[in-house]
């Protein structure tokens, strides 16, 4: 068993993205590209933080060793990172906020911590990395006293067996930390979400995550082997098989339970030994519909890529300009005079322990010019840094928010056309425009996740900004729907997609969820309101 590491006093942004040492600034090029498309924008001041620890209310729980109920921990784990979370946190305006945070540094203390909260009626909440976007640790209005878990310290890998490449952590590790624990042991998981930097094993299995190279690595699903699930009911030990016929998987109920069955506390997944040589390539198309066709293509005759992420012409102009290097407005207009003019679309396709050979040549036959690695590295170097743009946008005066969906090939083109303007048209009445970009990232051999970025202006009034959110947001769930696409092929449900579970599991697929959080929490205490609505049990 290795050593914990310890990240609690790490100098996160409480209001904002990741390191608060770090920054992405905007070129200068980019902020006049986004004032060209959404107008003239403005900057308003944030709430400091001295001002919203004034406004937490006095802990409703009694003391115990375990629980810290200072302001600026539970101001720390009040929201996460989606834009409602964001606009709570900046305006200062956070309406609940947890009583207290249990900071557990091991499974005996997890224990105690859910004996304590049932025996005073307190909801707990676990939290692994608060990297949520759609309001999974958010505390709900409750008469209850409401505890929030924390496994930050909770990050040790416990044992690795190398002969069955099956390595065992505590739930609380971060992507950091659980990689080097295995690169030194020169293994690695491959879960590489956007995240990576603080979100938690327990939280992608918890939210059923994916890694950017999900096509080689693949999705948490894959990788997550067994495990224990402490519950207010006692603990559920998930035995590791390589498969098994005996009957429908515990595994899969844990897959996906965001906090509602209980705790995760421990995991073992399936590793692969460090890979020797790893490259990301750029390909541009003329056109989207010849993108999307070579993606297709290279997933439906099993080429060797680790990752594909096709850019529609909107998202491929703005990452070149966000780049703001002096090369790239050359390089474009040679693009032109070439004939890949303003539909033409990015491809950016990973390799591993593989040659690009024969992911180029798919690629040459549907009209892709394929230019070498230089812009593959560059998101590389980049990828968990872009993240910290959404601080400098804000900053300037801008929102961001994403959204995904999943569905079948027939229907991805439709769907990717759809989304944008559903979003457009929702901007429109309040007389806003709207930046949209959109790719395909998670690629299967049935169809690809759509994945969309929307940028508008902020507005003085939080509520009017919400409102605005609220709007786009529903008008891009609501085709989704109409296209058939799922409402989450990543971020999960939470509190922002509850209202279209219902739509996607049918009456009697909730009825079955409900009665799995009855058995394992009869007194409906385990992270409210997520997935369903507690009390409708
Ligand atoms: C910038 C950014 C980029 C992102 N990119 C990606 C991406 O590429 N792919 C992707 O899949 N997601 C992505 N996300 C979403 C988010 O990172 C994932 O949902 C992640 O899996 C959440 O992990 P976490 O440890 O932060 O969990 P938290 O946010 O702390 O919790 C999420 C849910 O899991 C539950 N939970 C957490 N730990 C446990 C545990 N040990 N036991 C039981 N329940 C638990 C919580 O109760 C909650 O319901 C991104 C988010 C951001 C902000």
Redesign the pocket.
Known sequence: MTRALSRDKFMRRWNG?GDDSIDYPLPASAENYLVEKLGALSAFPDARLSAVLATVPTSRLPTHPLVQTDAETRVRHAR???LPDWIALRSGRIDTFPDGVALPTSEDEIVEVLRYARAIGARV??????????G??NPSPSAAPVLTL??TR?NRLLSLDETSRLATFE??V?GPHLESHLDARGYTLGH?????E???????????????QSLYYGR?EQMFAGGR?QTPQGHVEIPIFPASAAGPDVREM?LG?????????Q?TVRVRPRPRAESFHGVFFPTWEQGIAAVRYIVQNNLPVSMLRLSDAQETETTLLLTGKRWIEPATRALSWIGYRAERCLLIFGVTDASPRAASAACRRFGGLVIGTLIGHTWQKNRFL??YL?NTLWERGVAVD?LETALPWARVADAARAIPQAIVNAARAYDERVLVLVHLSHIYRDGASIYTTYLFRRTADPDALLERWRAMKTAASETIHAHGGTITH???I?TDHAPYLAREKGALGIAALRALCRTFDPDGM??PD?LVRTGEE
């Open positions: 993205w996460g990172q989606s909440i676990p939290y692994g990395g608060g990297t949520s976007v759609v999974h640790i924390a496994l909770m739930a609380g971060a590489f979400p956007q995240s990576f603080y979100s938690t094993l327990g939280g992608w299995i918890a939210t059923r995550s994916s890694g950017q948490i699930l844990v339970s965001e906090g509602r069955f209980g705790v995760i506390t995991a872009s993240p959404r994403t990543q971020h999960g939470g385990m992270n997520k």
